[in-house]
């Protein structure tokens, strides 16, 4: 079984789309083992996106992240880095295919609503940013 990490971001949040971003990712067939609440701190906020230091969007992806709470979760599942993405759609939600959480409700590359991890290694990244191994359970999920 494979872990990802998916956080509603702020604009997810405000736009009440917590529930519908759950929801998709529960109802096909994943298995939600960590969930928090949170704003992230600046420091918090450039630990996570380390890798796009510099680049001409990052004042702007930092001062957005941290602008209001976001729903912080560790998803379990066969394939799951790969499948969350597909069910995500593509960063950019002008592109992103209708169906996708981002191709249904993003208009903004910035403002995409979700975030999850690209890659098992970056999961893993991630989720020790946000989740001690102990704060993580484990139940039977039925399919
Ligand atoms: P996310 O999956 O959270 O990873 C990095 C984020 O940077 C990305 O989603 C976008 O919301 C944000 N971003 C803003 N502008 C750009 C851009 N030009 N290219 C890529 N990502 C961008």
């Not at 960590?34 to 930092?62: D, N, R, S, V």
């Not at 939600?93 to 910035?110: F, H, N």
Request: aromatic share 8%; no cysteine.
């Amino acid at each position: 079984m494979e872990r990802t990490f998916v956080m509603v971001k702020p604009d997810g949040v405000q736009r009440g789309l917590i529930a519908e971003i759950i929801g998709r990712l529960e109802k096909k067939g994943y298995k939600l083992i960590g969930l928090k609440m949170l704003t992230l701190t600046p420091e918090t906020a450039a630990l996570h996106y380390a890798e796009h230091a510099g680049k001409p969007f990052y004042p702007g992806l930092i001062s957005f992240i941290t602008s209001g709470p976001v729903v912080a979760m560790v998803w379990e599942g066969k394939n799951a880095v790969k499948g969350v993405r597909t069910l995500m759609g593509i960063t950019n939600p002008t592109e992103a295919i209708p169906g996708s959480i981002r191709g249904d409700y993003g208009i903004d590359m910035g403002r995409n609503v979700v975030h999850g991890s690209d890659s098992p290694v970056s999961a893993q990244r991630e989720i020790a940013i946000y989740f001690k191994e102990e704060e993580l359970v484990d139940y039977q999920r039925d399919m």
